[in-house]
């Protein structure tokens, strides 16, 4: 599984208040726009010089298209990273806590040890 | 040479700043307990009258990303921008700047590759809650000049527990042999027992208060064989997915020394986590 890009999505997405709207209201089509033009630029890198062979896998694709969080831990997406941006676009639809602790609740059949994050 | 005055040791919850500033219905009913117990803690380095402040804590992948994570990151910069626009956005934390130390910096960075730490460096480094949030609690006044120290928690591979725990000591022999007339003091944050983005998080405590039992134990008598005897990269995951955070406790044990006591200890049984606050006189407190 290519973890690695799958975090740069959450990554460059979250730190980003325009995108975290754009894949809040169309996240297959922000998934498929990053994949195509965002996932190969080299952060920090000169323009012009990126990589060529970063892609999703499908599975990794889907998961994001659906705002799929639980798959995206089955994944071994980095918990932070996912908790992070998914809070940004929908504790504001909720009580106060009441997204993280529906967030638990949803990864409620995940039992020790948890998938590992490693990249 | 520098004295070592004060070694503080300290959960970071980016949730105080907006508890402890909030008024009226939005003030939540743990919020004035939870400011007296910082404004105590703050008292212990008040006390110490620190010139300069060395500032242990985590990247929380802000500035620090996947394509070149390094796992121990000294800063050495005149200035410091700090908090990120996701942490205001979820935490309300404010934007700051503070003073660096780049003599104490740089000086960490030569004696601590010839001792043995392979350190990376960065000049333009933002820092993020990990050193803010004691900043909020213990200096508010944000005057005091600080030398970052980023360790890596959070991305795997990370270094063994025993590494935090050589790097403190290491620390605390380059800031005892800088030759400069100043009061430092060591200051790090961590976590006890967490969980972040897996099923046991926002509980009504820590996912593990048995491991905060004993990590409090560990911790306030400086018992670092015993935590090292039971603490290993695979068991941490145990207590909470982001309870590799310890590590963080683990290296302020080495700046204060094996069997060393702390002076002040307080804990805060708080929702999905436990606070937890340390502080340790080298010199026995005398001022």
Redesign the interface.
């Known amino acids: 599984m290519s973890k690695?890009v799958l975090?740069?999505f959450l990554?460059t997405v979250?730190?980003d208040?325009e995108l975290v709207e754009r894949y809040r209201e169309e996240p297959r089509a922000t998934v498929e726009w990053w994949e195509s033009e965002q996932a190969n630029r080299?952060?920090?890198c000169h323009t012009g010089e990126s990589s060529t062979w970063l892609r999703l896998d499908d599975d990794e694709r889907e998961a994001l298209a659906a705002h799929d969080y639980p798959k995206l831990?089955e994944l071994g997406a980095?918990?932070?990273?996912?908790?992070?941006l998914f809070?940004?676009m929908f504790?504001r639809d909720h009580p106060p806590?009441g997204f993280?602790?529906e967030?638990?609740?949803r990864?409620?059949?995940?039992r020790?040890?948890?998938p590992?994050?490693?990249? | 040479m520098a004295e070592l005055v004060a070694v503080i040791a300290s959960t970071h919850h980016p949730f105080y700043y907006r508890a402890s500033t909030s008024t009226g219905e939005d003030r939540p009913p743990f919020a004035d307990e939870w400011v007296r117990k910082v404004e105590a803690f703050r008292q212990t380095l008040t006390r110490a009258r620190p010139d300069v402040l060395v500032m242990v804590g985590s990247d929380h992948f802000h500035q620090l990303w996947l394509d070149n994570m390094p796992q121990f990151l000294v800063g050495k910069a005149p200035f410091y921008d700090a908090n990120f626009y996701n942490e205001e956005r979820e935490f309300g934390l404010p934007r700051m700047v503070l003073k660096g130390q780049e003599d104490l910096s740089a000086y960490i960075l030569r004696e601590g590759l010839d001792a043995g730490f392979d350190l990376a460096f960065s000049n333009e480094l933002r820092i993020d809650h990990s050193i803010t949030c004691p900043i909020i609690t213990l200096r508010p006044e944000a005057d005091l000049p600080i030398v970052p120290v980023y360790t890596n928690i959070f991305a795997p591979p990370l270094p063994r527990p025993q590494r935090f725990v050589q790097l403190g000591r290491t620390i605390r022999q380059l800031v005892e042999s800088w030759p400069a007339d100043r009061r430092v003091a060591v200051i790090g944050t961590g976590h006890l027992s967490l969980e972040l983005g897996g099923p046991r998080q926002f509980g009504p405590h820590g996912p593990d208060p048995e491991f905060d039992r004993k990590a409090v134990e560990w911790i306030s008598t400086g018992d670092i064989e015993g935590c090292l005897s039971e603490v290993t990269l695979d068991s941490l995951h145990l207590p909470g997915n982001a309870t590799h955070g310890f590590m963080d406790f683990m290296l302020m044990m080495g700046v204060a020394g094996e069997g060393r006591k702390a002076d002040y200890v307080d804990t805060y049984d708080l929702f999905h986590t436990m606070e937890a606050y340390f502080t340790w006189y080298p010199s026995g407190g005398s001022s």
């Open positions: 690695y975090n740069k990554f979250d730190r208040p080299i952060l920090g831990f980095h918990p932070f990273l996912t908790l992070t809070i940004a504790e806590l993280q602790t967030y638990a609740r990864l409620a059949a995940f020790l040890p948890y590992d994050i490693a990249t």
